[in-house]
């Protein structure tokens, strides 16, 4: 199996939509995807995950099946700092004080169980959630998931390519979890701008395993598909790259 997690458009929070520039986005994605074509297609319940699939669903005649469980909303009570209002104002691992504490020796020591640090407990249950909800999507697709070996048994043959269109902070941390690699450290590391495709190759594409299989990375963050349009390449409409 081959599969596509793609972070939504440029957005509009509220109304939760695309801009403009969005739009162009998703329909610059679905040329790219179209090249080879797709199988399914997933999206997060947001309109604006739904809105940068929409294009690709269209143009390959496929149905978008909705995962309400990737919706950000979620994500963004669970793994966001407060200020001393109570209110959230920060991805723990965005802002620049905390995400260096996340990379402490401290926090870097616990490996896997970072969640006992007493600083980052409150992050468990959101991360523990995103993570048993997408292993339960891709043994769906036909991997299970083995966090003691840190590989996956194919319970089932899937040739398929399949797109999944989330968001940030839920895709960070769904892939994290996917990749195993420690949360602090991953999501702290790694940025995914808007649209931009990250490609993951479970076992070699088209054969059958019997033995445990590590997913790669083939591509992560791609955004070929806007130097093809000629749509601006800022990260997040902060920096250009």
């Known amino acids: 199996m081959i599969l596509y997690f793609i972070r939504h458009g440029d957005p509009i929070y509220n109304p939760d939509s695309l801009t403009p520039l969005g739009e162009k986005q998703a329909e610059a994605l679905s040329e790219r995807l179209a090249l080879h ?24 005649g496929l149905t978008v099946e909705i995962l309400d469980w990737a919706n950000e909303g979620y994500a963004w009570r669970e793994l966001t700092l407060k200020n001393e209002k109570g209110n959230p104002r920060e991805w723990c691992f965005d802002d620049p004080s905390f995400s260096r504490f996340m990379n402490s020796e401290e926090v870097r020591t616990l490996g896997d169980e970072w969640y006992k640090h007493p600083e980052l407990s409150q992050f468990e249950a959101g991360y523990r959630r995103i993570a048993d909800s997408g292993d339960a999507f891709l043994e769906s697709l036909g991997y299970r998931h083995d966090r003691r070996s840190h590989t996956y048994e194919q319970v089932r043959p899937n040739h398929d390519r399949v797109a ?17 690699l420690p949360f602090p450290v991953f999501t702290t590391h790694f940025g995914i701008s808007h649209s931009t495709v990250t490609v993951i190759a479970f076992g070699e594409f088209g054969e059958e395993k019997d033995e445990p299989i590590l997913p790669r990375v083939l591509q992560f963050g791609n955004d070929s598909h806007l130097y093809k349009e000629e749509i601006p390449t800022a990260f997040c ?4 790259i």
């Open 164 to 180: 999944f269109f989330a968001h940030g902070g839920t895709g960070i941390t769904f892939l994290a979890n996917l990749l195993d």
């Open 37 to 60: 074509g797709l199988d399914r297609i997933f999206a997060s319940s947001s309109n604006r995950a739904k809105q940068t699939a929409e294009p690709t669903a269209k143009r390959l």
């Open 237 to 240: 409409n902060r920096f250009l």
